[in-house]
């Protein structure tokens, strides 16, 4: 718990500092978490004996979530034809050299890009926005205060579970608690903050709401994988909290569809 404690107290004002000062610092500082949870996604498959290299996952989630999210969407078109080309002539060259198990390594790499990268360069698009920092926070919010109320009545009074297999500590309490938090977080942000807020209170609660139920899966999705990989963590590079995929793998899908939600309505307001 201590250790937990001193961790929070060292990285959440770096992460204020860096959506304060938005632009080139921000954009590197996501870059390089993004590429920590791409090191760590590759290390859960070589737990089971798969061989992906480091090089073309961290690399690709680098390129396409930092360099693609400022270089915009006609990048993306050249990068998938040079990743997919140098993915598949890697993998071919190891495969003739005896490594049987490169077509599931392709596979690997391919995945580590396009749900860390993919998703976890919506982070970058989020701050770009008008009053970006704002709403980067406010998404932020829903998913860390809706996953403390979630851990903390689920703990306490959860009772049935939300999966046996995948996450049997979760409870559908914790999940109706947390969605009950993230709508508070929309009706304060809504209240507070008319002037940049596109939705007005009833509209923001169920949007806040929802954006967390949603963000579940991320959770879900990753405990998944340390299960079948057989650890707690998908690392120890932040002390008490285990590893960056472990604490950003909500946020990832709270970011990535915000945005898009966003997008959507932003013309209109």
Known sequence: MKQRVITTLIVLPLIFVM?????????????????????EW??????????????????????????GSIWGIEFDHWFWLVFLFLGMAYAIIQYENGTSQ?????????????YIGGLGRHFIFT???????????????????GDTAAYMIGKQWGKHKLGRYVSPNKSWEGVVS???????VGLVFSLVAPAWFLFKPGCAMVFAGLLYVVSIIGDL??????????????GNLLPGHGGVLDRIDTHLWTMAIGYQVLVLFLPLA
Do not use: E
């Open 221 to 234: 999705g990753v405990s998944m994988f340390k299960r079948w990989a057989g650890v707690k963590n998908t």
């Open 19 to 39: 959506i304060w000062l938005g632009r080139w610092p921000f954009a590197v500082f996501i870059t390089l978490v993004l590429a920590a949870a791409g090191y």
């Open 127 to 145: 701050r770009q926005l008008a009053n970006g920092g704002w709403w980067f926070f406010f998404f932020m919010a829903i998913t860390a205060m």
């Open 42 to 67: 590759n290390q859960l498959f070589q737990i089971k004996g798969f061989q992906p290299a480091h090089w073309i996952t961290i690399g690709g989630i680098v390129v396409f979530a930092g360099l």
């Open 102 to 114: 490169l077509p599931v390594d392709f596979l690997i790499h391919l995945g580590g890009v396009v």
């Open 178 to 184: 947390g969605f009950m938090m993230a709508a508070l």
